[in-house]
């Protein structure tokens, strides 16, 4: 997720480290720090190369600058580089991309403004080296495949190795406590992908270290997007004032910019005199001139495909600003109009904001303060004060030397919480609505429910009084003291009620969902003790958005689909409605048993009534498009048993005229031959759920041919597969959204458990006896009819250990099964009319006739 979603609602609502030594490492404790992940592939060359060879010690000159690493698949960690020897004056600018292509562009795949993700924004950074030895960058990379060096200077240096430290579990993808293997190899790489995702995804708390130093000295800030105060959201017509001391380069602030996201605002940065002893060879002067102030406005002063970022101005200083130097910068917002900034007294500049273009609206002077900085400077800051710029009373004012404090106000604070993000690399934000996928592919592959639980409770942190989460809770703000901030808006203009009601709120229903799959994985009842009323309140402000005139949702915004009367917000609801009634079954409130089960047959039958379209054969897209439909709708009507057979029949039917490229486009109203129409496997993912349920010959043939040519093409470019699943491809099966694209992203791995699920076969039983598996059923019906010979998965149980099925086809007629399951636990083996209970042991043997 990310933009695109958010471009949907919004049209709706209008380093640099001086190398030599470890000091710079992160203190931290846990596994991760044992292991590294090294490169499996090195080319060395006058340019990038993804014909990479045996990993070895390397040297570069200038007549071979560059360096290719290739770690083969998505790793994610702090860089480092083991110096051999080396001769002369060297820089060395490294670049960090998920496709190869990356690195031959001048930003490489980023940077990632888009939110305060606990990692480097920028994906190039420049090192000076100055003696042999081990060196570490200060900032981890959150997701990549791919690496460059490229010698910039007319020395020489020699690696003896290059890797990264981890920032996420280290696990052998071919060894997980879930594990899904058959005799078709494509369809084994297929499973692993959203294993992959998950793994990159997927953090421990405390594992994204703080981004800025904080002392006496004041905040000692790294080039990046900038840390928002979360205590100047609503503010307007101030002025900010900071010292500001140049470590490197420049540094940069924010100002009118709201903390959630889309959160774009007023760009400034400090650039330095540059002087020949500090500055980098590869210093972009261009972009940043000695003793300038740029003004921009956006995301950052650079594009990044629709992250829209405006170089407004660039401001030159009548005099040097030095290094290790401190100045008084003032920055006078004035009656909604003007912008004024003065250094220690001098003023540089005086715009009035409307003379500037910005695609048509009027810059908004509404928000926070904040900062950072652009790629590869420093600067420490000290002595914030906001005060009101027509009667200078006191808004604000701060030291910025209480670490703990600032860290927590700023957003930069260690991931509080164990949290899965919507990706490693880009939009490291806990997307409400994406866990649904996450949360799934966790309980069959890696099994780590610790972080499921973890991402439910940092959510839980942030629920209003109405009972709703946030969209994309950020992992390093204290949702105590930031709450309101985001809660209203982040101070955005944008909003007069509750930001959650307005932005994505069908997320609500896949958060919902999230957690009663982590339930039902896990069987956590005193999870579920513990925060049910939460879950209830959530759950009834979703009821309360029925409209009474349709007996249909009637939501604000939706990125599933229509959010008035659309079929896919409804039957994800009936889906979630029916879940949270076996949960509730589970702790005996009987009371909300009857109340959610009463109220998903009502809607189930409303959405019949209404939204049914008989002469199609579809569910109608929404009660406003009658002759439209969606695959989502298809996946989420059919889950939640909305549709009866006949009518899953006849939509899957229809769905094929929706294939496009690789997969399925979302609905009748995507235009195929626009080249930006991008092919989701997060709601092709949905689809192949409700598909492979059929299990039917002709349900088995077109699942396999989905997952063949959308999960396939995941894996056949040898430049652009990182081994996980990806967010979007174009209809040409390449990455869509360029090289902006998430290559590591878990909503593109339904897959994973949906193999095991229908492949394999194994399953949890319907309702709460199938809690942590404590009641499951296998049924490889759908498996048996791809054609596969063999079959095998494994899951853990909530029952003190794994539940394992095997089977394989014998003599073409007949299905050989083994199943070994925890004692505690008991189940049905099904197939085509076959049907035998399995309890009381813990190793089953069958034969089948198939
Ligand atoms: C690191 O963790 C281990 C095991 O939990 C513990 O025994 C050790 O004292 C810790 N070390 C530090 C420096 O915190
Ligand atoms: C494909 O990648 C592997 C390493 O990931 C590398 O060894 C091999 O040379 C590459 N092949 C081609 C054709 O680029
Ligand atoms: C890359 O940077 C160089 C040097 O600044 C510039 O000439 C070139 O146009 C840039 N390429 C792109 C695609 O922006
Ligand atoms: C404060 O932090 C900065 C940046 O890490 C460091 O260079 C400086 O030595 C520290 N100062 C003190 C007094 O600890
Ligand atoms: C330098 O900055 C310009 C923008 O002023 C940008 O177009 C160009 O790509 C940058 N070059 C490099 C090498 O980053
Ligand atoms: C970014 O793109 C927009 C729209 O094309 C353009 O107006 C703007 O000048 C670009 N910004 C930069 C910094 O190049
Ligand atoms: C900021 O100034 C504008 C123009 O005078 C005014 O409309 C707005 O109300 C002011 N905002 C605040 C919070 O004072
Ligand atoms: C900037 O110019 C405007 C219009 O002349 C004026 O009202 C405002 O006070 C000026 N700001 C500063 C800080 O001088
Ligand atoms: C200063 O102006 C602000 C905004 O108009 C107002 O809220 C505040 O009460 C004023 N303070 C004083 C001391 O006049
Ligand atoms: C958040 O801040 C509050 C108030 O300062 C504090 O009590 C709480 O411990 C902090 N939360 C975390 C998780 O550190
Ligand atoms: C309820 O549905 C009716 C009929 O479509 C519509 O006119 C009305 O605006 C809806 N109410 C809300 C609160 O959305
Ligand atoms: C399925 O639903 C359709 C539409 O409501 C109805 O016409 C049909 O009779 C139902 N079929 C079965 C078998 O219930």
């Not at 903390?259 to 210093?283: C, H």
Request: hydrophobic share 40%.
């Amino acid at each position: 997720m990310g933009f695109l979603i958010l471009q949907a609602w919004l049209t709706v609502f209008a380093s640099c480290l001086s190398a030599t030594s470890w000091s710079n490492f992160h203190p931290r404790n846990n596994s991760q720090s044992q292991t590294k992940f090294l490169p499996i592939g090195i080319a060395t060359g006058q340019a990038p190369s993804s014909s990479t060879g045996k990993v070895r010690s390397f040297e570069l000159v200038p007549s071979t600058p560059f360096a290719t690493l290739d770690y083969g698949t998505e790793v994610a960690g702090y860089p480092f580089f083991e110096v051999s020897s080396m001769r002369g004056k060297v820089q060395i600018e490294v670049k960090y991309g998920e496709a190869f292509q990356a690195l031959s562009n001048n930003f490489s795949d980023g940077p990632y403004p888009f939110a305060i993700g606990l990692s480097n924004t920028y994906r190039v950074e420049t090192f000076d080296v100055t003696t042999p030895g081990i060196f570490e960058s200060f900032f981890l990379q959150g997701g990549q495949r791919w690496q460059s060096i490229r010698l910039l200077t007319p020395g020489s240096i020699t690696f003896a190795s290059v890797g990264l430290r981890p920032s996420i579990p280290v696990v052998d993808i071919d060894n997980l406590p879930g594990q899904f293997e058959c005799d078709n190899n494509k369809l084994n790489d297929i499973w692993k992908l959203g294993a992959k995702a998950v793994n990159v995804a997927c953090l421990e708390q405390g594992t994204q270290p703080e981004l800025w130093q904080v002392n006496q000295t004041g905040a000692f800030i790294r080039g990046m997007r900038s840390g928002v105060s979360d205590q100047g959201a609503f503010l307007e017509n101030y002025t900010l004032e900071f010292d500001a001391r140049i470590e490197r380069g420049g540094l940069g602030w924010v100002v009118a910019h709201p903390l959630a996201s889309p959160a774009s605002g007023i760009q400034l940065n400090l650039v330095g005199e540059l002087p020949p002893e500090t500055r980098f060879v590869n210093t972009n002067t261009s972009l940043t001139p000695p003793n300038s102030i740029l003004l921009g406005y956006g995301y950052s002063i650079v594009n990044q495909t629709t992250l829209n970022s405006y170089l407004l101005d660039t401001f030159q200083i009548p005099f040097p600003v030095q290094e290790k130097t401190w100045y008084r910068v003032t920055t006078v917002l004035t009656g909604g109009e003007y912008l004024a900034v003065s250094i220690s007294g001098i003023q540089i500049f005086n715009a009035t904001l409307s003379s500037f273009y910005i695609g048509g609206s009027a810059i908004p002077t509404r928000g926070s303060f904040g900062f950072g900085g652009w790629q590869d400077q420093s600067g420490t800051v000290k002595n914030v004060l906001v005060y009101d710029t027509l009667n200078s009373s006191t808004l604000y004012s701060n030291p910025m030397t209480d670490k703990a404090q600032v860290l927590a106000e700023y957003g930069v604070h260690q991931n509080y919480e164990s949290v899965c993000l919507d990706g490693p690399k880009r939009d490291r934000l806990i997307w409400l609505g994406d866990l649904y996928h996450t949360s799934r592919i966790v309980g069959t592959s890696t099994s780590r429910l610790d972080l499921i639980k973890g991402t439910l409770n940092s959510l839980l942190s942030w629920q209003t009084p109405d009972g709703l989460f946030p969209y994309d809770a950020a992992m390093g703000y204290n949702s105590s003291l930031a709450y309101q901030a985001f809660t209203n808006g982040g101070g955005g203009a944008r909003f007069g009620i509750e930001v959650y009601k307005v932005v994505l709120p069908d997320y609500q229903i896949l958060g919902l969902l999230s957690f009663t799959d982590y339930v039902s994985t896990s069987n956590d009842l005193d999870f579920v003790r513990e925060t049910w009323p939460h879950w209830k309140l959530q759950t009834n402000w979703i009821l309360d958005q029925i409209n009474a005139t349709t007996g249909l949702l009637s939501l604000l915004g939706a990125f599933l689909g229509p959010a008035s009367g659309g079929s896919v917000v409804n039957c994800a609801f009936v889906q979630a409605l029916n879940m949270v009634a076996d949960i509730a079954a589970a702790i005996d409130d009987t009371d909300a048993v009857t109340k959610y089960q009463n109220a998903a047959i009502t809607l189930a039958a409303t959405i019949n009534k209404s939204l049914w379209n008989s002469k199609l054969g579809v569910y109608s897209l929404s009660l406003a498009s009658p002759d439209d439909y969606s695959v989502s709708s298809c996946a989420f009507c059919i889950t939640s048993g909305t549709a009866n057979a006949t009518q899953a029949s006849s939509f899957l039917a229809a769905i094929q005229s929706l294939k496009l490229g690789p997969g399925y486009k979302d609905s009748t109203q995507a235009n195929s031959s626009d080249p930006s129409t991008n092919i989701s496997p997060n709601t092709n993912g949905f689809f192949l759920a409700a598909l492979m349920a059929q299990g039917t010959a002709a349900a088995a043939a077109t699942s396999l041919e989905l997952l063949q040519t959308l999960w396939g093409a995941m894996l056949v470019d040898n430049e652009t597969k990182t081994g996980a699943s990806w967010e979007y491809l174009n209809v040409a099966g390449a990455p869509g959204l360029g090289l902006y694209t998430s290559l590591s992203h878990p909503w593109g791995g339904a897959p994973t458990y949906l193999l095991t699920e229908w492949v394999a076969g194994l399953q949890a039983a319907a309702g709460a006896k199938g809690f942590g598996y404590g009641s499951w059923v296998v049924n490889p019906t759908l498996g048996v009819a791809m054609g596969l010979g063999k079959a095998r998965a494994t899951v853990m149980t909530a029952f003190s250990g794994s539940l394992e099925v095997a089977w394989s086809v014998v003599n073409a007629s007949t299905l050989q099964v083994q199943i070994n399951a925890p004692a505690r636990t008991s189940g049905v083996f099904e197939m085509a009319g076959f049907k035998k209970v399995l309890t009381g042991g813990t190793e089953y043997h069958l034969l089948v006739p198939v």
